[in-house]
């Protein structure tokens, strides 16, 4: 017999928070009031003055149709959006859909860019025609495209050029925009964005670029990073959600770099970047646990996240793991995770297999080596 115990949100009816005064049965002609109520695509953007003129008007005195918001706005608040996104965003209404043309043609640009920097997609790596496909695609306003732009900069060595496109997608609200530029201040020697303002002859030489001068802001030559900048921008893309920039933070904290040291705060962005799959977090959230630096002490939770971090990969957690293996005497199991970290380049971890491995049979010693062949790496970010 099937039986359900909780209604699905789609059964039923949908207000039934609302105190109905009368049943569906008696008053049959309330229901499609309400229904089209919930449905409604008129959104409030603009308010008109009451009688009184305060400015607070009742519920029906101001206007419902957010179609009419100008392009430029609709283009902005959809700079950032991944094609799905995107897409959806694009089918509330026409006036939408054509104010994000742009954004849908720089859809294209950035997939055929990733194609041309990686190689995928059947055509030939080309960092020269991906580059193209960057401009193209931020050039439509696309934050994403302005990040890619901007990466692939910096690995070509034009540096200055890199961190005008991480500023402009940081500028839009780009988590990954706001994290690279963060990341780029912490490094030396760097270019510092000093500020939306006019330049003095007093001051050093102003690096000018067109994408950034659009903007207004001059960027100058600095032979010291800029922590409390990077501390900024990179607060801003961790609380958006972005695991790289929540461990970086979190590094920031721990050192005391632009900011004063808090171990508290800075195991809390350790633990939210582990959780969000971020492996070098997971080891340092491990250690946190370990010896209760900002976090309670706990050696079940110092194992669980070491073991998740050697289990994605992380060199220096495969031997720490293998060792505490050994400790409990399942030496199989720690051969096999000190294998695989000699073979990432831990040395220290060689010596250690080399006292177990007499200890085992040759079938063991085997059974080992073949576990570690066969061995991959979980997913991770």
Request: glycine share 8%; hydrophobic share 40%.
């Amino acid at each position: 017999m099937h039986q359900k115990t909780w209604p699905i949100p789609s059964e039923g009816s949908h207000f039934t928070a609302l105190p109905l005064a009368n049943s569906p049965s008696k008053n049959k002609r309330q229901q499609p009031e309400l229904h089209t109520r919930r449905y409604s695509s008129n959104f409030p953007t603009t308010w008109s003055a009451n009688r009184n003129g305060n400015g607070l008007g009742s519920r029906s005195s101001y206007s419902h149709d957010f179609s009419m918001l100008p392009f430029d706005v609709v283009a902005k608040i959809g700079a950032t959006f991944s094609f799905p996104n995107l897409r959806a965003a694009s089918m509330v209404c026409r006036s939408w859909r054509d104010a994000l043309r742009a954004l849908r043609e720089a859809m294209l640009f950035l997939r055929w860019g990733k194609r041309f920097k990686h190689g995928r997609g059947g055509v030939r790596p080309n960092l020269h025609k991906a580059l193209d496909s960057f401009l193209k695609g931020a050039a439509r306003g696309s934050s994403l495209a302005m990040v890619d732009a901007g990466l692939l900069y910096w690995e070509m060595g034009n540096k200055d050029e890199g961190i005008a496109f991480y500023m402009k997608a940081a500028l839009l609200g780009d988590p990954a925009g706001q994290c690279n530029l963060g990341i780029s201040y912490l490094q030396a020697p760097l270019l510092l964005v000093v500020g939306i303002r006019t330049c003095r002859s007093t001051e050093l030489p102003v690096i000018s670029t067109p994408l950034l001068n659009a903007y207004g802001i001059k960027m100058f030559a600095a032979d010291t990073p800029n922590p409390k900048e990077a501390v900024k921008w990179l607060f801003q893309a961790s609380t958006a959600g972005h695991v790289r920039a929540q461990y970086q933070l979190a590094l920031c904290l721990h050192q005391g770099r632009g900011v004063e040291c808090n171990l508290t705060e800075a195991a809390k962005w350790y633990l939210k970047a582990a959780e969000g799959g971020y492996v070098r977090a997971m080891y340092n959230t491990s250690l946190c646990y370990s010896f209760g630096e900002g976090l309670v002490h706990s050696h079940r939770q110092a194992k669980k996240w070491m073991k998740r971090a050697a289990d994605r990969g992380h060199s220096k957690a495969q031997f720490e793991h293998g060792l505490g293996l050994f400790s409990q005497g399942e030496m199989l199991k720690a051969v096999v995770y000190l294998e695989l970290a000699t073979r990432a380049g831990e040395t220290a971890a060689t010596h250690v297999k080399n006292v177990i491995l007499p200890q085992l049979s040759a079938t063991s010693r085997d059974r080992a080596m073949v576990l570690a062949d066969s061995w991959r790496a979980l997913s991770s970010r």
